[in-house]
Protein backbone atom coordinates (compact mmCIF):
# COMPACT_ATOMS: atom_id res chain seq x y z
CA UNK A 1 0.00 0.00 0.00
CA UNK A 2 1.60 3.44 -1.15
CA UNK A 3 2.35 6.15 1.72
CA UNK A 4 -0.57 8.04 -0.36
CA UNK A 5 -3.20 5.28 -0.37
CA UNK A 6 -2.67 5.15 3.70
CA UNK A 7 -3.61 9.03 4.59
CA UNK A 8 -6.85 9.05 6.29
CA UNK A 9 -7.48 12.03 4.29
CA UNK A 10 -7.06 10.83 0.76
CA UNK A 11 -9.20 10.26 -1.81
CA UNK A 12 -8.27 7.83 -4.67
CA UNK A 13 -8.13 9.62 -7.43
CA UNK A 14 -11.25 7.61 -9.32
CA UNK A 15 -14.53 6.18 -7.46
CA UNK A 16 -17.02 7.40 -5.45
CA UNK A 17 -16.79 10.15 -2.66
CA UNK A 18 -17.39 8.17 0.97
CA UNK A 19 -20.54 9.09 2.38
CA UNK A 20 -20.72 10.52 6.46
CA UNK A 21 -18.84 13.60 8.05
CA UNK A 22 -15.24 12.62 9.58
CA UNK A 23 -12.87 14.08 11.79
CA UNK A 24 -12.04 16.56 8.69
CA UNK A 25 -15.64 17.77 8.33
CA UNK A 26 -16.00 21.67 9.05
CA UNK A 27 -15.96 20.88 12.59
CA UNK A 28 -13.15 18.20 13.08
CA UNK A 29 -11.75 17.28 16.23
CA UNK A 30 -13.30 18.81 19.69
CA UNK A 31 -11.51 21.77 20.16
CA UNK A 32 -9.89 22.70 23.22
CA UNK A 33 -11.28 24.73 25.68
CA UNK A 34 -10.40 29.03 24.26
CA UNK A 35 -8.53 27.47 20.91
CA UNK A 36 -9.53 28.90 17.82
CA UNK A 37 -12.36 27.43 15.87
CA UNK A 38 -10.75 24.90 13.49
CA UNK A 39 -7.56 25.35 14.06
CA UNK A 40 -6.26 22.71 11.68
CA UNK A 41 -7.47 24.82 8.96
CA UNK A 42 -6.04 28.36 10.53
CA UNK A 43 -2.77 26.23 11.15
CA UNK A 44 -2.87 25.41 7.56
CA UNK A 45 -3.62 28.77 6.14
CA UNK A 46 -1.14 30.47 8.21
CA UNK A 47 1.82 28.25 6.77
CA UNK A 48 0.57 28.79 3.70
CA UNK A 49 0.63 32.32 4.02
CA UNK A 50 3.72 32.43 5.14
CA UNK A 51 5.79 30.35 2.69
CA UNK A 52 3.89 32.69 -0.04
CA UNK A 53 4.47 35.67 1.20
CA UNK A 54 8.32 35.50 3.61
CA UNK A 55 9.74 32.16 2.14
CA UNK A 56 8.76 30.14 5.21
CA UNK A 57 10.22 26.69 5.08
CA UNK A 58 6.78 24.46 5.83
CA UNK A 59 8.67 21.49 7.23
CA UNK A 60 10.08 24.05 9.91
CA UNK A 61 7.24 26.77 10.56
CA UNK A 62 4.32 23.87 10.57
CA UNK A 63 5.38 22.12 13.34
CA UNK A 64 6.42 24.98 15.85
CA UNK A 65 3.48 26.24 14.97
CA UNK A 66 1.43 23.12 16.03
CA UNK A 67 3.44 23.00 19.18
CA UNK A 68 3.18 26.28 19.64
CA UNK A 69 -0.27 26.36 19.51
CA UNK A 70 -1.31 23.21 21.47
CA UNK A 71 -2.59 21.51 18.29
CA UNK A 72 -2.08 17.28 17.95
CA UNK A 73 -3.78 14.17 17.43
CA UNK A 74 -6.20 14.29 14.69
CA UNK A 75 -5.88 18.01 14.08
CA UNK A 76 -2.55 18.13 14.18
CA UNK A 77 -2.87 15.01 11.58
CA UNK A 78 -5.23 16.55 9.42
CA UNK A 79 -3.14 20.25 9.54
CA UNK A 80 0.08 18.49 8.12
CA UNK A 81 -2.04 16.69 4.97
CA UNK A 82 -3.81 19.82 4.04
CA UNK A 83 -0.31 22.02 4.45
CA UNK A 84 1.59 19.74 2.63
CA UNK A 85 -1.04 18.52 0.33
CA UNK A 86 -1.66 21.99 -0.84
CA UNK A 87 1.54 22.75 -1.48
CA UNK A 88 2.28 19.28 -3.52
CA UNK A 89 -0.56 19.62 -5.91
CA UNK A 90 -0.90 23.61 -5.82
CA UNK A 91 0.13 23.63 -9.82
CA UNK A 92 -2.80 21.24 -10.50
CA UNK A 93 -5.08 23.27 -8.58
CA UNK A 94 -3.84 26.20 -9.72
CA UNK A 95 -4.38 25.05 -13.48
CA UNK A 96 -8.26 24.12 -12.14
CA UNK A 97 -9.22 27.55 -10.63
CA UNK A 98 -7.86 29.69 -13.86
CA UNK A 99 -11.00 28.52 -15.80
CA UNK A 100 -13.00 29.27 -12.57
CA UNK A 101 -12.38 32.56 -12.15
CA UNK A 102 -13.01 36.04 -14.22
CA UNK A 103 -9.95 37.48 -14.26
CA UNK A 104 -6.39 36.08 -14.28
CA UNK A 105 -5.25 33.84 -10.85
CA UNK A 106 -2.27 35.41 -10.21
CA UNK A 107 -4.19 38.97 -9.44
CA UNK A 108 -6.53 37.22 -6.97
CA UNK A 109 -5.42 39.05 -3.34
CA UNK A 110 -2.38 37.22 -1.86
CA UNK A 111 -4.23 36.72 1.85
CA UNK A 112 -7.21 34.75 -0.64
CA UNK A 113 -5.09 32.73 -2.94
CA UNK A 114 -4.23 30.31 -0.06
CA UNK A 115 -7.69 29.73 0.81
CA UNK A 116 -8.66 28.79 -2.48
CA UNK A 117 -5.80 26.57 -2.68
CA UNK A 118 -6.55 24.99 0.72
CA UNK A 119 -10.29 24.51 -0.35
CA UNK A 120 -9.21 23.02 -3.56
CA UNK A 121 -7.32 20.32 -2.21
CA UNK A 122 -10.25 19.53 0.18
CA UNK A 123 -12.15 18.85 -2.76
CA UNK A 124 -9.85 17.18 -4.93
CA UNK A 125 -8.07 14.93 -3.18
CA UNK A 126 -9.16 14.02 0.30
CA UNK A 127 -12.25 12.73 1.89
CA UNK A 128 -14.07 15.43 3.04
CA UNK A 129 -17.37 15.86 1.82
CA UNK A 130 -17.97 18.30 -0.63
CA UNK A 131 -20.37 20.38 1.29
CA UNK A 132 -18.16 20.28 4.34
CA UNK A 133 -14.74 21.06 2.55
CA UNK A 134 -16.42 24.45 0.82
CA UNK A 135 -18.73 25.61 4.22
CA UNK A 136 -15.61 25.39 6.32
CA UNK A 137 -13.58 26.87 3.70
CA UNK A 138 -15.77 29.20 3.33
CA UNK A 139 -16.44 30.05 7.29
CA UNK A 140 -12.45 30.15 7.87
CA UNK A 141 -12.83 32.94 4.87
CA UNK A 142 -14.80 35.06 6.83
CA UNK A 143 -12.57 34.89 9.69
CA UNK A 144 -9.62 35.86 8.04
CA UNK A 145 -10.14 38.07 4.82
CA UNK A 146 -13.73 39.59 6.06
CA UNK A 147 -17.84 39.17 4.25
CA UNK A 148 -16.57 39.97 0.92
CA UNK A 149 -13.59 37.78 0.07
CA UNK A 150 -15.60 35.01 1.85
CA UNK A 151 -18.15 34.91 -1.11
CA UNK A 152 -15.43 35.14 -3.67
CA UNK A 153 -13.66 31.74 -2.27
CA UNK A 154 -17.35 30.28 -2.12
CA UNK A 155 -18.28 31.07 -5.78
CA UNK A 156 -15.04 29.65 -6.80
CA UNK A 157 -14.86 26.83 -4.55
CA UNK A 158 -18.84 25.77 -5.81
CA UNK A 159 -17.29 25.90 -9.15
CA UNK A 160 -13.82 23.42 -8.45
CA UNK A 161 -16.63 21.17 -6.93
CA UNK A 162 -18.64 20.28 -10.10
CA UNK A 163 -16.12 17.75 -11.11
CA UNK A 164 -13.39 15.15 -9.59
CA UNK A 165 -9.61 15.33 -10.02
CA UNK A 166 -9.45 13.46 -12.94
CA UNK A 167 -12.04 15.07 -14.79
CA UNK A 168 -10.61 18.47 -14.14
CA UNK A 169 -7.50 17.16 -15.24
CA UNK A 170 -8.97 15.88 -18.53
CA UNK A 171 -10.30 19.13 -19.36
CA UNK A 172 -7.08 21.59 -18.14
CA UNK A 173 -4.11 19.42 -19.02
CA UNK A 174 -2.65 19.56 -22.76
CA UNK A 175 -2.80 16.70 -24.73
CA UNK A 176 -0.35 14.11 -23.91
CA UNK A 177 0.68 13.23 -27.47
CA UNK A 178 1.13 17.07 -28.31
CA UNK A 179 2.73 18.21 -25.29
CA UNK A 180 3.80 15.79 -22.85
CA UNK A 181 5.87 18.03 -20.33
CA UNK A 182 3.05 20.42 -19.94
CA UNK A 183 0.53 16.97 -19.75
CA UNK A 184 2.85 16.12 -16.51
CA UNK A 185 3.39 19.61 -15.08
CA UNK A 186 -0.15 19.98 -15.05
CA UNK A 187 -1.30 16.34 -13.68
CA UNK A 188 1.72 15.86 -11.74
CA UNK A 189 2.08 19.66 -10.41
CA UNK A 190 5.69 20.64 -11.30
CA UNK A 191 6.67 23.35 -13.18
CA UNK A 192 7.48 22.51 -16.68
CA UNK A 193 10.98 23.21 -16.72
CA UNK A 194 11.33 20.64 -13.91
CA UNK A 195 9.47 18.15 -15.63
CA UNK A 196 12.13 18.76 -18.46
CA UNK A 197 15.31 18.95 -16.57
CA UNK A 198 14.18 15.41 -14.32
CA UNK A 199 13.35 14.04 -17.95
CA UNK A 200 16.65 14.77 -19.46
CA UNK A 201 18.38 13.46 -15.92
CA UNK A 202 16.61 10.06 -16.94
CA UNK A 203 17.66 10.39 -20.13
CA UNK A 204 14.02 10.43 -21.76
CA UNK A 205 12.60 12.06 -24.91
CA UNK A 206 9.14 14.06 -25.25
CA UNK A 207 8.92 11.20 -28.50
CA UNK A 208 8.70 8.42 -25.61
CA UNK A 209 6.10 9.63 -24.10
CA UNK A 210 8.03 10.35 -20.71
CA UNK A 211 6.89 7.08 -18.85
CA UNK A 212 9.59 7.27 -16.40
CA UNK A 213 9.34 10.51 -15.33
CA UNK A 214 6.29 10.43 -14.82
CA UNK A 215 6.33 7.70 -12.21
CA UNK A 216 9.12 10.07 -10.50
CA UNK A 217 7.22 13.06 -10.58
CA UNK A 218 4.26 11.21 -8.96
CA UNK A 219 6.81 9.77 -6.02
CA UNK A 220 7.38 13.33 -5.43
CA UNK A 221 3.86 13.64 -4.28
CA UNK A 222 3.34 10.83 -1.97
CA UNK A 223 4.04 11.30 1.52
CA UNK A 224 8.27 9.70 2.53
CA UNK A 225 8.76 7.99 5.23
CA UNK A 226 10.82 9.24 7.79
CA UNK A 227 14.21 7.23 7.55
CA UNK A 228 16.66 7.32 10.44
CA UNK A 229 19.91 6.14 10.72
CA UNK A 230 21.48 4.14 13.79
CA UNK A 231 25.28 6.00 14.08
CA UNK A 232 27.52 3.03 14.23
CA UNK A 233 29.20 2.16 17.41
CA UNK A 234 26.67 4.41 19.30
CA UNK A 235 22.86 2.49 17.84
CA UNK A 236 22.27 -0.46 15.72
CA UNK A 237 19.25 -0.73 13.67
CA UNK A 238 18.35 -3.20 15.98
CA UNK A 239 17.61 -0.94 18.58
CA UNK A 240 15.53 0.98 16.08
CA UNK A 241 13.50 -1.97 15.09
CA UNK A 242 12.31 -2.37 18.91
CA UNK A 243 11.34 1.04 18.77
CA UNK A 244 9.17 0.44 16.20
CA UNK A 245 11.23 1.14 12.72
CA UNK A 246 11.68 -1.41 10.06
CA UNK A 247 15.52 -1.88 8.06
CA UNK A 248 15.85 0.12 5.29
CA UNK A 249 16.60 -2.40 2.27
CA UNK A 250 20.04 -1.56 1.64
CA UNK A 251 21.80 0.79 4.32
CA UNK A 252 23.47 -1.27 7.24
CA UNK A 253 22.61 1.59 9.26
CA UNK A 254 18.93 2.52 8.32
CA UNK A 255 15.46 2.23 9.19
CA UNK A 256 11.88 3.41 8.31
CA UNK A 257 9.12 5.00 10.35
CA UNK A 258 5.94 3.84 9.31
CA UNK A 259 4.39 6.60 11.71
CA UNK A 260 4.86 8.18 14.63
CA UNK A 261 7.07 11.11 16.22
CA UNK A 262 11.18 10.36 15.46
CA UNK A 263 12.29 12.33 18.46
CA UNK A 264 9.82 9.86 20.54
CA UNK A 265 12.56 7.35 19.94
CA UNK A 266 15.15 7.20 22.97
CA UNK A 267 18.32 6.70 20.69
CA UNK A 268 16.94 10.23 18.59
CA UNK A 269 16.99 12.07 21.81
CA UNK A 270 19.84 10.61 22.66
CA UNK A 271 22.13 11.98 19.40
CA UNK A 272 22.58 7.95 18.85
CA UNK A 273 20.20 7.89 16.01
CA UNK A 274 18.77 10.47 13.48
CA UNK A 275 16.86 11.38 11.11
CA UNK A 276 18.67 10.66 7.49
CA UNK A 277 17.69 9.61 4.11
CA UNK A 278 18.89 6.22 2.98
CA UNK A 279 20.73 7.71 0.10
CA UNK A 280 22.23 10.01 2.28
CA UNK A 281 23.73 6.76 4.59
CA UNK A 282 24.61 5.47 1.50
CA UNK A 283 27.17 8.15 -0.25
CA UNK A 284 28.41 8.44 2.52
CA UNK A 285 29.06 4.90 3.00
CA UNK A 286 30.72 4.32 -0.72
CA UNK A 287 33.21 7.51 0.18
CA UNK A 288 34.50 4.80 3.31
CA UNK A 289 34.49 1.67 0.99
CA UNK A 290 36.78 2.91 -1.79
CA UNK A 291 40.14 1.85 -1.79
CA UNK A 292 43.16 4.24 -0.57
CA UNK A 293 46.26 2.76 -0.93
CA UNK A 294 48.57 3.92 1.85
CA UNK A 295 47.45 5.89 5.00
CA UNK A 296 43.86 6.01 5.77
CA UNK A 297 43.86 8.85 9.30
CA UNK A 298 41.90 11.73 8.05
CA UNK A 299 38.81 12.33 6.26
CA UNK A 300 37.18 15.87 5.17
CA UNK A 301 33.15 16.71 4.64
CA UNK A 302 33.95 19.77 3.58
CA UNK A 303 30.56 21.08 3.26
CA UNK A 304 29.11 19.54 6.52
CA UNK A 305 25.98 21.61 7.37
CA UNK A 306 23.80 20.50 9.39
CA UNK A 307 25.78 17.55 9.84
CA UNK A 308 23.63 14.56 8.22
CA UNK A 309 26.63 13.09 6.80
CA UNK A 310 29.47 14.01 8.92
CA UNK A 311 27.69 12.56 12.10
CA UNK A 312 27.72 9.39 10.10
CA UNK A 313 30.93 9.76 8.71
CA UNK A 314 32.28 10.36 11.96
CA UNK A 315 31.09 7.41 13.47
CA UNK A 316 32.99 5.43 10.62
CA UNK A 317 36.11 6.89 11.14
CA UNK A 318 36.22 6.40 14.94
CA UNK A 319 35.95 2.56 13.97
CA UNK A 320 39.13 2.83 11.85
CA UNK A 321 41.15 4.78 13.80
CA UNK A 322 40.48 7.91 11.40
CA UNK A 323 39.28 11.32 12.19
CA UNK A 324 36.89 13.31 10.51
CA UNK A 325 36.86 16.98 10.07
CA UNK A 326 33.73 18.67 9.61
CA UNK A 327 34.04 22.04 7.63
CA UNK A 328 31.21 24.37 7.13
CA UNK A 329 31.08 27.88 5.78
CA UNK A 330 27.56 29.25 8.32
CA UNK A 331 29.44 29.42 12.28
CA UNK A 332 25.70 28.65 13.09
CA UNK A 333 25.49 25.49 10.72
CA UNK A 334 28.57 24.49 12.14
CA UNK A 335 27.36 24.94 15.75
CA UNK A 336 24.54 22.08 14.38
CA UNK A 337 27.83 20.00 12.94
CA UNK A 338 29.66 20.07 16.66
CA UNK A 339 26.30 18.65 17.82
CA UNK A 340 26.09 15.51 15.01
CA UNK A 341 29.50 14.85 15.43
CA UNK A 342 29.36 14.89 19.57
CA UNK A 343 30.46 11.33 21.08
CA UNK A 344 31.46 9.73 17.85
CA UNK A 345 33.33 6.52 18.73
CA UNK A 346 36.90 7.77 19.96
CA UNK A 347 35.97 11.11 19.97
CA UNK A 348 36.74 10.63 16.19
CA UNK A 349 34.93 14.09 14.60
CA UNK A 350 35.82 18.11 15.13
CA UNK A 351 33.56 20.53 13.06
CA UNK A 352 35.10 23.90 12.19
CA UNK A 353 33.58 27.08 10.54
CA UNK A 354 35.39 27.34 7.64
CA UNK A 355 34.77 28.34 3.64
CA UNK A 356 36.05 25.40 1.99
CA UNK A 357 36.71 27.87 -1.31
CA UNK A 358 39.52 29.07 0.67
CA UNK A 359 40.80 26.11 2.91
CA UNK A 360 41.91 26.33 6.65
CA UNK A 361 44.13 23.36 5.47
CA UNK A 362 47.58 22.81 3.52
CA UNK A 363 46.57 20.97 0.15
CA UNK A 364 46.99 17.31 0.50
CA UNK A 365 46.02 17.05 4.02
CA UNK A 366 43.17 14.43 3.66
CA UNK A 367 42.88 10.69 2.79
CA UNK A 368 39.15 11.06 1.85
CA UNK A 369 36.93 13.95 1.02
CA UNK A 370 33.26 14.65 0.62
CA UNK A 371 32.13 17.66 -0.99
CA UNK A 372 28.15 17.61 -0.90
CA UNK A 373 27.62 20.80 -2.15
CA UNK A 374 25.07 23.83 -1.84
CA UNK A 375 22.45 22.76 -5.13
CA UNK A 376 19.23 23.16 -6.08
CA UNK A 377 17.58 20.00 -4.07
CA UNK A 378 15.28 19.00 -6.83
CA UNK A 379 16.48 15.23 -5.45
CA UNK A 380 14.41 16.30 -2.15
CA UNK A 381 11.14 17.52 -3.39
CA UNK A 382 9.09 14.69 -1.72
CA UNK A 383 10.39 16.37 1.67
CA UNK A 384 10.01 19.91 0.69
CA UNK A 385 6.82 20.38 -0.78
CA UNK A 386 7.36 23.84 -1.56
CA UNK A 387 10.29 23.84 -3.10
CA UNK A 388 9.60 23.24 -6.68
CA UNK A 389 7.56 26.40 -6.27
CA UNK A 390 10.91 28.66 -5.10
CA UNK A 391 13.71 27.45 -7.73
CA UNK A 392 13.50 28.95 -10.68
CA UNK A 393 14.98 27.96 -14.17
CA UNK A 394 18.15 30.14 -13.23
CA UNK A 395 18.75 28.38 -10.10
CA UNK A 396 21.22 25.40 -11.49
CA UNK A 397 23.53 27.79 -13.21
CA UNK A 398 23.67 30.29 -10.61
CA UNK A 399 25.14 27.77 -8.29
CA UNK A 400 27.54 25.89 -10.85
CA UNK A 401 30.37 28.37 -10.46
CA UNK A 402 30.03 27.48 -6.63
CA UNK A 403 29.88 23.94 -6.89
CA UNK A 404 32.95 23.93 -9.40
CA UNK A 405 35.53 25.74 -7.01
CA UNK A 406 33.77 23.29 -4.12
CA UNK A 407 35.00 20.26 -6.12
CA UNK A 408 38.13 22.25 -7.01
CA UNK A 409 39.04 22.90 -3.22
CA UNK A 410 38.02 19.22 -2.66
CA UNK A 411 40.51 18.05 -5.01
CA UNK A 412 43.57 19.93 -3.91
CA UNK A 413 42.41 19.04 -0.51
CA UNK A 414 43.13 15.24 -1.00
CA UNK A 415 46.37 13.69 -0.74
CA UNK A 416 47.42 11.60 -4.20
CA UNK A 417 46.37 8.47 -4.23
CA UNK A 418 42.94 9.48 -2.13
CA UNK A 419 39.56 9.77 -2.85
CA UNK A 420 36.96 12.72 -3.31
CA UNK A 421 33.08 12.14 -3.17
CA UNK A 422 30.66 15.01 -5.37
CA UNK A 423 27.84 14.66 -4.13
CA UNK A 424 24.13 16.69 -5.12
CA UNK A 425 20.74 16.04 -3.69
CA UNK A 426 19.75 16.95 -7.21
CA UNK A 427 19.56 15.12 -10.31
CA UNK A 428 20.04 18.02 -12.61
CA UNK A 429 22.78 17.69 -15.16
CA UNK A 430 24.11 20.66 -15.18
CA UNK A 431 25.27 20.37 -11.60
CA UNK A 432 26.29 16.91 -11.63
CA UNK A 433 27.66 15.56 -14.97
CA UNK A 434 28.53 19.08 -16.02
CA UNK A 435 30.13 20.00 -12.86
CA UNK A 436 32.76 16.83 -12.46
CA UNK A 437 33.22 16.63 -17.03
CA UNK A 438 34.58 20.46 -16.11
CA UNK A 439 37.05 19.76 -13.17
CA UNK A 440 38.00 16.35 -15.27
CA UNK A 441 38.73 18.46 -18.48
CA UNK A 442 40.71 21.09 -16.39
CA UNK A 443 42.91 19.09 -14.29
CA UNK A 444 45.04 15.49 -15.40
CA UNK A 445 45.47 13.96 -12.33
CA UNK A 446 41.91 12.71 -11.57
CA UNK A 447 40.51 9.22 -12.35
CA UNK A 448 36.62 8.70 -12.60
CA UNK A 449 35.78 5.66 -10.88
CA UNK A 450 32.70 3.65 -11.01
CA UNK A 451 30.28 4.76 -8.04
CA UNK A 452 27.68 1.94 -8.65
CA UNK A 453 30.74 -0.36 -8.08
CA UNK A 454 30.46 0.79 -4.53
CA UNK A 455 27.03 -0.02 -3.73
CA UNK A 456 26.19 -3.22 -5.43
CA UNK A 457 23.94 -4.23 -3.30
CA UNK A 458 21.74 -0.92 -4.66
CA UNK A 459 20.35 -2.27 -8.22
CA UNK A 460 19.70 0.57 -10.88
CA UNK A 461 21.94 3.34 -10.01
CA UNK A 462 24.27 3.90 -13.01
CA UNK A 463 24.05 7.11 -14.37
CA UNK A 464 26.07 8.94 -16.77
CA UNK A 465 27.41 8.40 -20.36
CA UNK A 466 29.71 5.60 -18.92
CA UNK A 467 27.64 4.53 -16.18
CA UNK A 468 30.13 5.79 -14.10
CA UNK A 469 28.17 7.96 -11.39
CA UNK A 470 25.50 6.40 -9.14
CA UNK A 471 21.83 8.24 -9.55
CA UNK A 472 19.62 7.47 -6.69
CA UNK A 473 15.96 7.76 -7.55
CA UNK A 474 12.61 8.12 -5.02
CA UNK A 475 10.42 6.19 -7.70
CA UNK A 476 13.33 3.34 -8.45
CA UNK A 477 15.07 2.66 -4.81
CA UNK A 478 12.76 4.92 -2.43
CA UNK A 479 15.24 7.80 -1.81
CA UNK A 480 16.11 10.66 -2.72
CA UNK A 481 16.98 11.57 -5.80
CA UNK A 482 20.99 11.63 -4.49
CA UNK A 483 24.24 11.95 -6.87
CA UNK A 484 27.53 10.24 -6.87
CA UNK A 485 30.86 10.86 -8.74
CA UNK A 486 33.78 9.11 -7.02
CA UNK A 487 37.11 10.94 -8.27
CA UNK A 488 41.09 9.38 -7.22
CA UNK A 489 43.29 11.64 -7.26
CA UNK A 490 46.32 10.21 -9.15
C1 LIG B 1 23.92 20.26 0.78
S1 LIG B 1 24.35 21.05 2.24
C2 LIG B 1 25.31 19.83 3.05
C3 LIG B 1 24.49 18.80 3.76
C4 LIG B 1 25.32 18.00 4.75
N1 LIG B 1 26.46 17.35 4.12
C5 LIG B 1 24.50 16.97 5.49
O1 LIG B 1 24.53 15.78 5.12
O2 LIG B 1 23.84 17.34 6.47
C6 LIG B 1 25.57 22.18 1.71
C7 LIG B 1 26.21 22.97 2.84
O3 LIG B 1 27.31 23.67 2.26
C8 LIG B 1 27.46 24.88 2.96
N2 LIG B 1 28.32 25.78 2.15
C9 LIG B 1 27.95 26.66 1.21
N3 LIG B 1 29.04 27.29 0.71
C10 LIG B 1 30.10 26.76 1.35
C11 LIG B 1 31.50 27.01 1.30
N4 LIG B 1 32.02 27.93 0.48
N5 LIG B 1 32.30 26.30 2.12
C12 LIG B 1 31.78 25.37 2.97
N6 LIG B 1 30.48 25.11 3.08
C13 LIG B 1 29.65 25.79 2.27
C14 LIG B 1 26.04 25.34 3.15
O4 LIG B 1 25.96 26.30 4.18
C15 LIG B 1 25.33 24.03 3.48
O5 LIG B 1 25.31 23.84 4.86
Known amino acids: MSEQSRSPYRRPRRGPRPGGARSGGAQGAAAKPGAPRDPARRVAYDVLRAVQDRDAYANLLLPSLLNERGIAGRDAALATELTYGTLRLQGTYDAIME ?208 GGKAGLLASLAGRREARLVASEVQPARAGLVAGAVRRAPRDAGRAIAADGTRPAWRPGTFDRVLADVPCTGLGALRRRPEARWRRTEDSAAELAPLQHDLLVSAVESVRPGGVVAYVTCSPHLDETDAIVRRVLAERDDLTLLRAPDLLDEVPGLAAGEDGNYAQFWPHRHGTDAMFLALLRRN
Not at 148 to 165: E, I, Q, T
Not at 268 to 285: M, P, T
Open 99 to 306: TCVDRTLASVDAEVLPLLRLGAHQLLSTKIPPHAAVSATVDLARRVVGQHRARFANAVLRKVSARDLDEWTGVVAPDRAVDPSGYLSVVHSHPRWIVKELARALGERSKTGLVETERLLAAHNERPRVTLVAKPGRATVEDLVAAGAEPTPYSPFGARLTEGDPAAIREVRQGRAAVQDEASQLVALALTRVDVQGRDELWLDMCAGP
